[in-house]
């Protein structure tokens, strides 16, 4: 559905996207994550054709969105991190205004707005002027005219931003909605939005891919089984300096005692290292019960951090 192949970006001297290539298929949401200054927003504005890229192609359902822009772009709506709203019109209006510029005919505008709005949820807010609308409506307005014309794909920078936690909520249950029919690339900062939402995530450091997976299978790569959650039956201190003492573990902290007589610790082994053996022997060895023994995923944020550490804190 998108197809996006050595695609690259220069100002003068700066490379903002460096010859990145990857692929969405039809159904998918992807979340597209990096630091500020990563080339996450020139990817997504090259992608719709707001800008055009030095070298490499996007392509829309096989339509390159430079040579073939209308028949590329008929397949895209896009949500910019600030929605391109008209705060004097009424929800109705601008969205039939929206129409109007994609083509429709009256028939066919009075059924997509009212069923745009529908999935938006914004239906009983039609007569509402756009400027008396809370921020959380009015990233639905936006979002509502990107579904104008019913694209095949839909870019989405930034969806949530501002919103309070109940509105976040609810834009993510309507963006899990929409993907079961259409193609989404979704930009954000708030990782755990991205975790609960997205198929895969796509991470950009310095205008590079340097991760491209599930998060679960992100998590797992980079885990290696060198951090370990334990329960162990025994003396809290004794515990925890026991393990602390093992061959290339690094740390081992408590962390909560669920059962009375146990404690919980975790245990983080060297790079490369898989400690759960040493762990089992040497407990056993001082007649210290083990429980539980599961090793721990990263959380999103973490992959994050841990692929995008070389990014030199550039903005």
Known sequence: MIEVSNLTKKYGQNVAVDNISFTVSEGEIVGFLGPNGAGKSTTM??????????????????FDILEQPEEAKRRIGYLPELPPLYMDMDVVEYLNFVADLNGLKKAEKIKMVAQVMETTQITHMKNRLIKNLSKGYKQRVGLSQALIGNPDVLI?????????????????????????????????????????????????AQGKIVASDTPENLSKRLTQTNRLSVRVKGPKEEVVNTLRNIENVEKAYFVTSKETGTVDVVVEGKEGTDIREDVFGTLTQKSYPILSMTSMDLTLEEIFLQVTKDDGGRK
């Open 45 to 62: 504005n090259m992608i719709t054709g707001y800008i055009s890229s030095t070298e490499g192609s996007v392509k829309i359902n096989g």
């Open 156 to 204: 989405l920078d930034e969806p949530t931003v501002g919103l309070d936690p109940k509105q976040i909520i609810e834009m993510r249950d309507v963006i899990k909605n929409l993907g079961r029919k259409h193609t989404i690339i979704l930009s954000s900062h708030i990782l755990s939005e991205v975790s609960a939402v997205c198929d895969r995530v796509i991470i950009l």
